[in-house]
């Protein structure tokens, strides 16, 4: 593909999108395909050659939108209001054309001076003291793709951090807090992390917020037993 057969086949895309959000009202919000439909549609085997994008985007249609719950339906009402806008579709494609790996300030200068801007906006949104900022020299961050992702981190530098200040202390006594309510995310980094995870018992009557007993109790039962909770995960479920 060359630029003007870009040009075009990006002309024919921004008109696929609009027509499809024209007539998303219209779409089933949840898909009707049954499971394994996908494969019985799709060659057993990569191409050996490419396919016009004519053909690809055929298929788009005929195989992926079927297949496609529709989380921008206007009677979806599950997990988050909104996962994207048009705003950030042209980020996407603006970002897709540079696509520059930022390992390092030299790799792609506005892309880790932009990231850090994007943060310190994010503290300052949340209303978090300045020594979190990157201009404080201990503080900053980098943005992660999932809030899953972003939990992972979270329990890596908490698990280094405490392992510093506490030395000689085994991986398999390390402990994650959460609730009975906590988005599975906290779980599934200690499975990674190969550390416990418990789950704190939290109820309607207290409108599912950790009591300050129960968290005491769990840490008091914890340390006799000689585990170590190192970081509590409240990202709640819808």
């Known amino acids: 593909m060359d630029i003007e057969e870009f040009r075009k086949a990006g002309y024919k895309a921004i008109d696929d999108i609009c027509d499809?959000?024209?007539?998303?009202?219209?779409?089933?919000?949840?898909?009707?395909?049954?499971?394994?439909?996908?494969a019985k549609q799709m060659p057993d085997h990569p191409p050996l050659e490419g396919e016009k994008i004519e053909d690809i985007t055929k298929d788009f249609q005929r195989l992926i939108l079927p297949g496609m719950t529709h989380w921008q339906h206007p009677s979806?009402?599950?997990?988050?209001?909104?996962?994207?806008?048009?705003?950030?579709?042209?980020g996407d494609l603006y970002a897709g054309a540079l696509s520059n790996p930022g390992f390092n300030w030299a790799c792609s200068p506005a892309s880790t001076e932009?990231?850090?801007i994007v943060m310190d906006w994010s503290a300052k949104l949340l209303g978090?003291?300045?020594?979190?900022?990157?201009?404080s020299?201990?503080?900053?961050?980098?943005l992660q793709t999932t809030a899953s992702d972003a939990?992972?981190?979270?329990?890596?530098?908490?698990?280094?951090?405490?392992?510093?200040?506490?030395?000689?202390?085994?991986?398999?006594?390390?402990?994650?807090y959460g609730t009975t309510q906590t988005h599975s995310l906290g779980a599934k980094a200690a499975l990674i992390l190969g550390v416990h995870f418990r789950a704190l018992e939290v109820t309607m009557e207290d409108t599912f917020s950790l009591r300050g007993e129960t968290f005491?109790?769990?840490?008091?039962?914890?340390?006799e037993k000689g585990l170590h909770p190192y970081l509590m995960s409240r990202y709640n479920r819808d």
Not at 20 to 38: A, C, D, I, N
Not at 152 to 171: E, F
Not at 216 to 223: G, P, Q, V
């Open 76 to 90: 979806f009402f599950a997990y988050y209001p909104q996962i994207a806008s048009f705003e950030s579709i042209l």
């Open 216 to 223: 005491s109790k769990a840490l008091k039962e914890d340390r």
């Open 128 to 135: 978090l003291d300045e020594r979190f900022h990157t201009a």
């Open 151 to 176: 939990a992972l981190l979270a329990a890596v530098v908490s698990r280094t951090r405490y392992t510093k200040l506490h030395p000689g202390v085994p991986m398999e006594k390390l402990v994650i």
């Open 137 to 142: 020299g201990i503080g900053g961050g980098v």
């Open 114 to 116: 932009l990231e850090a």
């Open 20 to 38: 499809y959000y024209h007539t998303l009202e219209e779409r089933p919000v949840v898909s009707q395909v049954e499971p394994g439909y996908l």
